[in-house]
């Protein structure tokens, strides 16, 4: 989108150099917002919508495994995200009573759960266990649902002693086997696809995805680098592991992966202020509001220079500007001050550039065919190296050498 000309009465307010500048960038031509040359774009399954559900982490692993599937075997799958909520539910409000309610009940989750939930129960294919088919839709919404089984949970933990039928078995999961089969739909024991019948763990053994092949990789330094570790987020409440890279070596890792046909599922923050919506819906940016001038005056990253800071914010998150590339210890402190979380959970299944030549992944959300991309989404190589939390994809996507040095065959 075309961003706003400078107000003469800002340019008014500022010291002689700076008012020079100002008039220079009045003079410039109108920008025409985000314009993207794509490098690579891999095969991908179609857009999907959570709606009303905190359910992005077993849409964007589903989505994941789609792919992983197409670069396998050629096939395009469309797997029940629903069958893969109901059985982590039932897993997580397990766990949060074994613990007296220290690992919380929500609607979140991680991708751990899924590729867990694929080993233990199976895939189902989406006609079987489609979202919103208990009240009538084609998308979840959670809204009441929530409010049913959340309270449930927490009443069940408050409780001094569980009530158990005549085997000694706690009556509250059959209870909650029955809030679930209300709200999300039972689970199919057997069905037919493609003319065979299957149960849910044979139908996923017949894909012939292994989640063993899969790996968790993050970047933080609270943690020795190149060992496993848990990732202190309340939704990795299975206490899944990662490898942990120095960030320099995780970007390595995502950029050797795209570039030979790997696509991951990505983990990351997107409360910054560059996550961009409204007109720009669609956009994931860093800006560097301190960018040093450029020594090509006719470069746009040189008119940037010449900007007050003031005219930068305004530019900032309307049209593409020079990026900020932060540290490993800027990382650390976004993560230890709860600026950088668990936000969202999301695909990357390409590479682009703007027109200044900043480097963007290609994003898949799962909000439907929504924003300027219709649901694709571009972030900046500086928005994924400042806001990741944790990305899964196939082992044999790692560098040889980042392999070798995390003992992974």
């Not at 158990?164 to 078995?169: C, E, F, H, L, S």
């Not at 950088?340 to 299944?349: A, K, N, P």
Request: aromatic share 14%.
């Amino acid at each position: 989108m075309n961003f706003k000309k400078f107000l003469a009465a800002s340019a008014l307010a500022l010291v002689m150099p700076c008012v020079a500048n100002a008039q220079e960038a009045e003079q410039a031509p109108e920008k025409e917002g985000w314009i993207f040359s794509e490098e690579v774009r891999l095969p991908i399954t179609s857009m999907k919508d959570q709606n009303a559900a905190g359910t992005c982490w077993c849409y964007s692993t589903l989505s994941f495994v789609e792919a992983e599937l197409l670069r396998t075997t050629g096939k395009t799958y469309d797997f029940s995200e629903m069958f893969i909520v109901w059985n982590t539910y039932m897993d997580r409000a397990q766990a949060t009573v074994r613990t007296h309610g220290d690992i919380s009940f929500s609607q979140g989750g991680s991708f751990y759960d899924v590729l867990y939930g694929i080993k233990h129960y199976g895939l189902v294919p989406d006609s079987e266990l489609p979202a919103g088919v208990k009240h009538n839709d084609t998308l979840s919404d959670f809204s009441e649902f929530s409010r049913v089984c959340d309270p449930f949970v927490e009443g069940i933990v408050k409780g001094r002693k569980l009530q158990t039928d005549a085997n000694g078995n706690p009556l509250w999961k059959e209870a909650l086997a029955g809030i679930l089969n209300a709200y999300i739909g039972e689970r199919p024991e057997t069905f037919v696809y493609e003319g065979k019948e299957y149960t849910p763990k044979s139908f996923a053994e017949a894909t012939g995805f292994n989640p063993d092949d899969y790996v968790n990789l993050a970047s933080f330094s609270h943690h020795p680098f190149y060992d496993e570790f848990i990732i202190e987020v309340q939704d990795n409440w299975r206490w899944s592991t990662a490898y942990n890279l120095p960030i320099d070596e995780l970007m390595k890792v995502m950029n050797h992966a795209i570039d030979n046909g790997y696509t991951f599922a990505w983990g990351s923050d997107v409360s910054e202020k560059g996550f961009l919506r409204g007109d720009n819906f669609g956009i994931m940016v860093l800006p560097d509001l301190d960018a040093k001038e450029n020594n090509d005056a006719a470069t746009d990253k040189a008119r940037w220079a010449g900007l007050s800071a003031e005219q930068r914010a305004k530019e900032a998150y309307s049209q593409p500007t020079p990026q900020r590339w932060v540290s490993q210890e800027e990382r650390q402190i976004a993560y230890d001050n709860y600026e950088t979380g668990d936000d969202h959970g999301m695909i990357i299944y390409g590479k682009a550039k703007d027109q200044l030549g900043n480097n963007y992944f290609i994003v898949k959300n799962s909000w439907g065919v929504t924003g300027n991309y219709d649901g694709t989404f571009y972030a900046s190589e500086a928005f994924v190296r400042y806001k990741t939390m944790n990305i899964v994809l196939h082992k044999d996507a790692l560098p040889k050498d980042i392999k070798k040095k995390l003992g992974i065959k």
